[in-house]
Structure formats: C-alpha cells, structure tokens
C-alpha cells in the first residue's frame, strides 16, 4: 500500500498550480527548490501519512516525522552526482516511500542501525538506491550493510545537501 499525495493546488488537467509569496526567504536553494518541484514536490503538498504510520508499527514505532513524511513521501528527486556513459548522462536518486523502506529493512538492521543512533529510528526512503534513509531527534540518517551515516543540521538542510549530492558522514559500524 502506498501513501497518496492530495494536492490541494491542482488545476485543470492535473497541473499543479504554485502559489509564490513575494518577499518571504526561501526555504531550499534554487537549485534544489527547482529538483524537488520537477519530482512532484510544492509548498503545502500533502499525503496521508496512515500507511506510513501503519508501517513504522511494523517495528513497534509510534509517532514518528509525520510532517517530514506528509510532505516528501512518493517523491523520487534526480540530483547529482550523475556518471555520463557514452552520450547518456546517469544521475542519482533518492526515492522517498515509508512502506517500501520499512519493507527493505531487516529487524536487525533496524535495531543496529538504532542502536548507533542513539535513538529510535524512522524509515522513510532510500538514496543511492541501497541506503535506506531514516529519521530519528530531526537528524536524516542513511544506513547501508553495517554501516550508519548521518547527514549534519535538520531535515531541510539534509533534503538541501541529498539534493546538491552531498555525502553523509560516518556514524558507526555494527558487527554482521
């Protein structure tokens, strides 16, 4: 089951329709703001986070980053780095899908991952097509094999960095 977005700024034919308040500080880069909004994301979007919810129970998680989620989950973002293979240019992806990430994710994963963290983490994506991307205390985790990585600052500056291609740091590694 995967979570559906309702856009409440839908025009004639499907077309969203962005509304742009003048003189306010933006909150993304240009650049980035133009890669999210080419994947389907705009100010306000929304989506029923119940499956999201129903799958972080999965792993007997309660709350979780709701608003986080509502507004990025069903969001694939192309960003660099990106390979060029003969005249094909390859870019980088991250998919953001709570159900799909909680699917991927072996119990004992999750509790290693956790474990490094500190704290309870939350599932919500992929990035790099092998990282699964987690939230736990407003910090974007990226966990892969028995490795834990973090992204520095809050959410939106990690969604920023993901966005210009920046990597994680290490966090730590668990014994397989």
């Given at each position: 089951?995967?979570?559906?977005?309702?856009?409440?700024?839908?025009?004639?034919?499907?077309?969203?329709?962005?509304?742009?308040?003048?003189?306010?500080?933006?909150r993304?880069?240009?650049?980035?703001?133009?890669?999210?909004?080419?994947?389907?994301?705009f100010?306000g979007?929304?989506?029923?986070?119940?499956?999201?919810?129903?799958?972080?129970?999965?792993?007997?998680?309660?709350?979780?980053?709701?608003?986080?989620?509502?507004?990025?989950?069903?969001?694939?973002?192309?960003?660099?780095?990106?390979?060029?293979?003969?005249?094909?240019?390859?870019?980088?992806?991250t998919?953001?899908?709570?159900?799909?990430?909680?699917?991927?994710?072996?119990?004992?994963?999750y509790?290693?991952?956790?474990?490094?963290?500190?704290?309870?983490?939350?599932?919500?994506?992929?990035?790099r097509?092998h990282?699964?991307?987690?939230?736990?205390?407003?910090t974007?985790?990226?966990?892969?094999?028995?490795?834990?990585?973090?992204?520095?600052?809050?959410?939106?500056?990690?969604?920023?960095?993901?966005?210009?291609?920046?990597?994680?740091?290490?966090?730590?590694?668990?014994?397989?």
């Amino acid at each position: 089951m995967k979570c559906q977005a309702f856009d409440r700024y839908s025009g004639p034919e499907g077309k969203r329709l962005i509304l742009v308040s003048s003189g306010s500080k933006a909150r993304f880069p240009a650049e980035v703001d133009d890669l999210l909004r080419a994947a389907g994301w705009f100010p306000g979007r929304a989506v029923d986070t119940t499956p999201c919810s129903a799958a972080w129970a999965e792993l007997g998680l309660t709350g979780g980053p709701t608003e986080f989620v509502r507004e990025f989950d069903g969001l694939t973002v192309t960003h660099p780095p990106f390979v060029d293979v003969g005249e094909v240019r390859h870019f980088d992806h991250t998919g953001f899908g709570v159900v799909d990430a909680v699917a991927g994710l072996s119990p004992r994963m999750y509790r290693e991952y956790s474990t490094l963290a500190g704290v309870d983490l939350y599932p919500v994506g992929e990035d790099r097509s092998h990282m699964t991307l987690m939230v736990g205390s407003g910090t974007l985790f990226a966990g892969v094999d028995n490795y834990l990585f973090a992204h520095p600052g809050g959410l939106d500056e990690a969604v920023a960095r993901i966005c210009a291609g920046a990597r994680p740091g290490l966090v730590g590694e668990w014994s397989p």
